[in-house]
């Protein structure tokens, strides 16, 4: 029994402090499928977030040291303001939000928050100050009040409630037979990828961090679910830094800044009147977009009239 009984123990112990130490540990493993290299210098400090401003300078990175992945990125994202990344698939979008969770170490250049170089900074301290709305939330087979409270342990009943309403997913959590008791995850209800990115937005208005990464689901919503989903966006990223790998024109279309990438070089950068203007690489991308928008609209139509 004794020889059970210690791997148990370590277990439950690693289980705990999982919990206690890193909330947002189940987006960390979304985000990557190796174990982080990452380590705090020794007698690193904690990340002290005064305006929450973020700069990119000059940042080269890759995987494999055969194969550059971002060449010379330079950008900032002034505190409350919103920068989106589009860009090709491939182009370096998602490693820039990892870069800035400080999943890995960039082989030169600086990532800075508030003056502040990431690698001097401690881990948790960074990913405290960082709440993450990933492309698809795994949720746990807990209840959905579970799942929300996540955000912050100590919320009560009353802001889960508020944050769920905030989220805009609150009416449909009431409209379940067992309401916010109700299981999800695997074992319980299953929730569509635009719920389950709510629920994901519920947790991080309870979190409420100075800074933002948002990953769009590239997958087509219908048009209902995505102003929801973009009113419980705007509402979760106002005065805060944010930092939008975007899908969706409603959010690029508002951004302070759009990066245009391309093979981990930026292409064009500006807000998107100024990039629609220049007839590049972000028109053509939009324009293909709108197609695609607009086909499926119409084959939704058809599909409605028989
Ligand atoms: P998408 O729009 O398709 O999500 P993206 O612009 O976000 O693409 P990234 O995920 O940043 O692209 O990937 C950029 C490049 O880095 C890709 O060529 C990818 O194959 C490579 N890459 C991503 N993650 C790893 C990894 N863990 N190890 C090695 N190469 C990787």
Redesign the pocket.
Known sequence: LMQLSVPLNFIGFVYREIRQGLTDIEQMFEL???EPEVRDLPGARPLAVDQGAIRFDNVNFS??PA?P?LKGISFEVPAGKTVAIV??????????S?LLYRFYDIQSGNIVIDGQNLRDVTQKSLRSAIGMVPQDTVLFNDTIAYNIRYGRIDASDDEVNRAADLAQIGDFIRGLPEGFNAMVGERGLKLSGGEKQRVAIARTILKAPPILILDEA?SALDTATEQEIQAALDFVSKGRTTLV?AHRLSTVVSADEIIV?KN?EIAERGRHTDLLAQKGLYTSMWDRQREATEAEEQLKRMREED
Do not use: E, N
């Open positions: 990557l499928d190796v995987y494999d194969r992945i860009g090709p698939s491939g182009a370096g979008k998602s490693t820039i990892r590239t790998i990438l981990g």
